[in-house]
């Protein structure tokens, strides 16, 4: 049997990247994914993930690259990499649906000495205790003796140019020592620096801390945004100044929300295991409700600052993705701010070079074209996303009012969040 270096299952924004990297390092690599109408695309060399090129996919394709939906290429694996998404379901809990269906996959078709890693985000505990059963049960092999288990989080950051796999140091944790090692041995080959952890779970929570500790400072600069807005003190000056100590400070910036898929969604797992554990993450519980407070703040803010409010106003939403210049409105606060505006009988616009389409309540809002024209119609422009596109002075000079949430502008027709 022809066997293949690595086989990623997932090939969203985490397992394309991965891909990628692993044919620049000379793994022969074949991407397996459900989504087939993905799977034709990328063997047509066209990439739907921000990030990896049409000229990256050629030249994986030139490689051997390529997608199937076919799990039978998973028989043929010495490495299997699961990079399923994990998200929340309707009540808020987490959602390992994707990862116990590719664990059943692979486990249908799971060898002898095969290494299998999870890096999808998830609660401690998941590798051992929901991804480890079903490779055993559906392969007869037992985890750590026939065949070798790790869990090494993603840390994928979309649009950022400096850090990417190869220089972002990669946690490992395996299920046993030897289990590590061969981690190690196979993220050593497309990685600068790999960083083992004691077991599966310290890597599992590593994971959660480092969201988490972004969840809960964004929260705070959140909530002393609202209260220097009270006492009417220039919050982002205080934060300038602060961020001038070289040392015991780490600067983070408020907004009008949090947004992605992984900073909304991480805490919920840490807080969904602490509670089944007995234990209660009220720091984490705190801040959730501050960040998720924050898009009804900026309709409060907007419909004061116009004379007669937002009924009837017509206001232009510039920017509605979850970060700067990266196309994904998954999970962004411009969705909850104009839910908040139409409720307060708002007439919304919205302009983002990334957008092509954004809905609010199933229904599509107008897209600007025109920037400058957009803006010298509108009773309020509302910058919620700080593309490097929207040029301050141009805001500044163009917009009849304009309310900053990521304070950037200033000018005499300028309300900062």
Not at 113 to 121: A, C, D, I, P, Q
Not at 216 to 238: G, K, Q, S, T
Not at 342 to 367: C, M, Q
Request: glycine residues 10%; proline residues 6%.
């Amino acid at each position: 049997m022809t066997t293949t270096g690595l086989v990623v299952v997932g090939l969203g924004y985490v397992g394309l990247p991965l891909a990628r990297q692993a044919c620049r390092a000379g793994v022969p690599t074949t991407g397996l994914d459900i989504d087939e109408p993905l799977v034709s695309s990328l063997n047509a060399g066209r990439s739907p993930v921000h990030g990896v090129t049409g000229d990256d996919l050629a030249r994986m394709l030139a490689t051997g690259f390529r997608a199937t939906s076919d799990d039978a290429v998973l028989a043929t694996a010495e490495t299997v990499v699961i990079c399923v998404p994990t998200g929340l379901t309707p009540q808020g809990k987490p959602d390992l649906r994707a990862v116990r269906s590719a664990a059943r996959a692979v486990a249908g078709r799971l060898r002898p000495g095969t290494l299998v890693v999870l890096e999808s985000t998830s609660f401690p505990g998941t590798t051992e205790e929901v991804v480890r059963p079903i490779l055993e049960s559906g392969s007869g092999l037992t985890a750590g003796e026939d065949f070798h288990l790790v869990y090494s989080p993603e840390r994928i950051d979309p649009g950022n140019a400096r850090y990417g796999i190869a220089n972002t140091p990669k946690v490992i944790g395996g299920l046993t020592p030897l289990c590590a090692k061969h981690g190690v041995a196979f993220y050593g080959g497309l990685v600068d620096t790999v960083v083992v952890a004691r077991g599966t779970r310290e890597a599992e929570m590593s994971k959660l801390l480092e969201n988490t500790y972004r969840f809960v400072n964004i929260a705070l600069v959140n909530e002393m945004a609202v209260f220097c807005d009270r006492m009417n003190i220039d919050v982002w000056d205080v934060l300038d100044c602060a961020a001038t100590k070289p040392f015991g400070f780490a600067p983070f910036r408020p907004g009008p929300g949090i947004g992605g898929h992984c900073i909304p969604v991480d805490p919920l797992y840490l807080t969904s295991k602490a509670q089944r554990e007995g234990f209660s993450f009220s720091l984490v519980s705190a801040a959730r409700e501050i960040n998720e407070g924050m898009p009804e703040y900026v309709a409060r803010r907007a419909d004061a600052i116009l004379a007669d409010g937002l009924n009837g106003a017509e206001v232009l939403l510039l920017g509605v993705t979850y970060k700067p210049d990266v196309p994904d409105v998954r999970e962004s606060p411009a969705i909850a701010v104009a839910e908040a505006f139409a409720e307060r009988g708002a007439k919304l616009r919205y302009h983002d070079p990334y957008i092509d389409r954004f809905e609010v309540d199933s229904v599509a809002l107008d897209r600007a074209e025109d920037l400058p024209a957009a803006l010298a119609a509108a009773d309020l422009t509302v910058l919620l996303q700080d593309h490097e596109c929207y040029e301050s002075a141009l805001l500044a000079r163009e917009a009849r009012c304009l309310l900053d949430t990521r304070g950037r502008v200033a000018g005499h027709h300028v309300r900062l969040l």
